[in-house]
């Protein structure tokens, strides 16, 4: 078995040797929203601000020229053409919504492969998610959640601070859930993920680099408090603020640069 530069097997070896996924459905409805204008952006933001999203965006958009980046597209739209969502199509910070200094935490919204949350879900060490609850904080358009209604949590979970983002998900649960005619427990919160209480009982949180070190410091600290004796894992995909997880508190299940999987190490000994 190989491992990545950190020592850890990657998420493909780890699910490999676990189980694979059953199948299920989805929830809610809502309204569209629309993407702000070039001329609502400018209205929003001082010039100073616009020129600090610079940086953040090219990098985003650089990745997004990359074969691996395009044969990801490719199958970002297949996952939409099946279902008649939008999820694929990824939006800078100035197009979220959120404004003013909130710009200063967030990252652009791009999607989470399919493929690559359902092998990180299929290498955690569960054999039967009914008793957990999946929690994506950063949730955008809803990808992850409808990924995770295929592996039958008892609940699942959507925070989103991004307004624009929030409403494009509920459409979304709305098109999913009519499609497959089975409403599952999807539940969809426009707040900031950092105050977000996080529930007790065994639970999954996912995270997409969401938000930069700050918030995710907050975000930690309010995961390891509400672990307790619960099994608790954390699925991190880009994890470019890891620090927070990187301490005696967690232990590595699986890390491949791109995406690592945590578990609270109390939960651990419970096993």
Request: no cysteine; net charge neutral; hydrophobic share 45%.
């Amino acid at each position: 078995m190989s491992v990545s530069d950190q020592g850890h097997p990657s998420l493909h070896e780890v699910a490999s040797t676990s189980h694979t996924a059953p199948s299920s459905s989805v929830s809610p409805s809502g309204r569209e929203a629309r993407s702000p204008s070039l001329l609502r952006r400018l209205r929003r933001h001082s010039l100073r601000e616009l020129l600090a999203l610079v940086p953040v965006n090219l990098h985003h958009a650089v990745r997004r020229l990359s074969g691996r980046q395009r044969r990801a597209r490719d199958a970002d739209r297949a996952f939409d053409r099946t279902l008649g969502l939008d999820t694929s199509a990824p939006l800078s910070v100035g197009a979220l919504g959120t404004g003013g200094a909130a710009d200063a935490h967030a990252s652009p919204y791009v999607p989470v492969g399919a493929p690559t949350l359902r092998a990180a879900l299929a290498a955690l060490p569960v054999e039967d998610f009914t008793p957990f609850t999946f929690i994506d904080l950063g949730s955008g358009k809803g990808r992850a959640l409808l990924i995770a209604a295929e592996f039958g949590f008892r609940e699942i979970v959507g925070v989103e601070y991004s307004l624009v983002l929030h409403e494009i998900a509920v459409k979304n649960m709305a098109i999913a859930g009519g499609t497959r005619g089975q409403a599952l427990p999807i539940l969809l919160h426009h707040g900031d993920a950092g105050a977000y209480a996080i529930p007790s009982g065994d639970k999954v949180i996912f995270l997409f680099n969401p938000f930069d070190g700050e918030i995710m410091a907050r975000v930690a600290a309010n995961i390891e408090a509400a672990a307790g004796d619960a099994r608790t894992f954390v699925i991190y995909v880009n994890p470019r603020n890891r620090t927070p997880f990187e301490t005696a508190a967690w232990e590595t299940i699986a890390d491949d640069g791109y995406a690592a999987i945590y578990r609270a190490r109390e939960a651990s000994r419970m096993t």
